[in-house]
């Protein structure tokens, strides 16, 4: 075999998409041939170079645990599969089938996050939508590095009670809700991966630079953005905030 | 087995892929912020198609299929980004026997040309032809044979073998122009 032809085989060679008596050439062709197997060689590296850098790229965890949470949710609501609808935006989609298969028809899915802050605080969520307290706790620390403390002195000796959780749709990224109460009003703590900032709507990207540290007021409610380790989180409430702010802690002391 | 519910199945067999489907969906995908509404709405379609999926066979690859149709689909609804692609491969088989060489003698130091070109790569695989991308990435990243990739994509499997191979060589003719840009490489060595 000439030096030409074994190059032209090389992209299935590479691949083990030979036969036998093609691959035993080539083979024997490189034993013999120097820059052959160098130029071989090189290949393989850009190979294992992409596939390397590619394999660096995982599902993030929120949205894998959003996907197991609402195929286990749609089957447990509908008891057979759901059906399709036909929606505008994916996100919107997802959430539309859900809303179908739960069967309430009168309420709205809630699940999306409309740029409404009063709304989006003082809504009153469906419990069924909601996660027990030990899912909470299990996804702030797994997805997120966080816990929750409702201790006296993190959160300014304010009675912190937190109501329930869910994950959610915040612009278009996946994210865990936490809602909570002090004093009576209701507060409305939203959860992403720090990761996945970039990849909100222009809208909250905005408001996000402006709320970083300090309390910006959308439509009367509080509203500041904190990060902490690989977390990000918005937290709206009209109580004010430094209290709640303190009870997102790290969740490996 | 008949008594277990059908979603524990179905994740059972997306989770050891989840990651697969994610990266796919995120080097596919026109808008940069797109891969997680794609991986969402193909999840879901997928989970309502379950019914029809054959006990063993191939979970992957028939999920791989609902992915890919998702994000034709998909793609349609946002403006494309990146700029232009990759051009045809030129055939001076002379110059490039010879670049070939040189290209080769910069791979015994691969380590300097992975830092340099880590972001780079991706870049010239984003801007590879629909597809030749798709059919490297399926190839080399999620080891689909050409006969899968042939089902997968509902093409001939000589076609699968040629778009994996251009891809192949455009990619180096572009990461060699780039060592050459950035003097690693001297044009013709
Ligand atoms: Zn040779
Ligand atoms: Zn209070």
């Known amino acids: 075999m000439d030096c030409q032809t074994a190059r032209k085989w090389m992209s ?100 999306v996050f409309t740029g ?65 109460k002090c004093c009576g009003k209701d507060a409305v703590i939203t959860t992403f991966l720090r990761s996945n900032a970039g990849k909100l709507p222009r ?22 953005v904190n990060t902490v380790g690989e977390a990000e989180f918005f937290i709206a409430s009209e109580h004010y905030l430094d209290g709640l702010m303190d009870a997102i802690q790290p969740g490996k002391a | 087995m008949a008594q277990r519910p059908a979603a524990a199945e179905f994740l059972d067999l997306l989770e050891p892929i989840r990651n697969s489907v994610y990266r796919y969906a995120a080097r596919m995908a026109w808008g940069d912020d797109h891969a997680s509404d794609i991986v969402q709405e193909a999840v879901m379609t997928a989970w309502r198609e379950f019914g029809r999926f054959e006990a063993n066979t191939n979970f992957k690859a028939w999920m791989f299929r609902i992915l890919i149709n998702t994000i034709y689909r998909l793609n349609k609804r946002v403006a494309r980004h990146g700029g232009p692609q990759l051009d045809e491969v030129h055939h001076d088989l002379h110059a490039t026997m010879e670049r070939e060489e040189a290209w080769s003698s910069l791979m015994e130091q691969p380590e300097r040309l992975r830092e340099m070109l880590d972001d780079r790569l991706v870049a010239s695989l984003d801007r590879l032809g629909t597809d030749e991308r798709q059919c490297l990435l399926l190839r080399m990243l999620e080891g689909f044979s050409y006969k899968e990739i042939s089902a997968v994509l509902d ?35």
């Not at chain 1, 197991?68 to 935006?89: D, H, M, Q, W, Y």
């Not at chain 1, 809208?203 to 910006?216: M, P, T, W, Y």
Request: hydrophobic content about 40%; proline content about 5%.
């Open chain 1, 12 to 111: 299935p060679y590479l691949d083990s998409e030979l036969e036998t008596a093609k691959t035993f050439e080539i083979g024997e062709h490189l034993r013999a041939c120097e820059p052959c197997r160098r130029r071989f060689d090189a290949e393989r590296h850009v190979d294992d170079m992409l596939r390397d850098r590619l394999s660096r790229e995982s599902m993030p965890p929120a949205l894998w645990h959003q996907l197991r949470k609402e195929v286990n949710r749609s089957e447990l609501l509908s008891g057979f599969r759901i059906p399709a609808v036909i929606a505008t935006a994916a996100g919107i989609m997802l959430f539309a089938v859900l809303y179908m298969a739960s069967g309430d028809r009168s309420a709205k899915p809630s699940e």
């Open chain 1, 116 to 180: 409404q802050w009063a709304h989006y605080v003082n809504q009153s969520v469906p419990s069924e939508s909601m996660l027990s307290d030990a899912e909470i706790e299990k996804a702030l620390l797994d997805d997120y590095g966080l816990r929750f403390s409702t201790a006296r002195e993190d959160t300014h000796r304010h009675p912190v009670k937190v109501m329930g959780g869910r994950y959610v749709l915040f612009g278009s990224q996946p994210a865990l809700e936490l809602r909570v």
């Open chain 1, 203 to 224: 809208g909250i990207q905005e408001l996000e630079r402006e709320a970083f540290g300090k309390d910006v007021k959308r439509d009367g409610v509080n509203i500041r």
């Open chain 2, 155 to 189: 093409i001939p499997m000589g076609t699968a073998m040629s778009h994996v191979h251009r891809a192949r060589l455009k990619l180096r003719e572009e990461l060699a122009a780039l060592a050459v840009e950035n003097g690693l490489l001297r044009e013709s060595a």
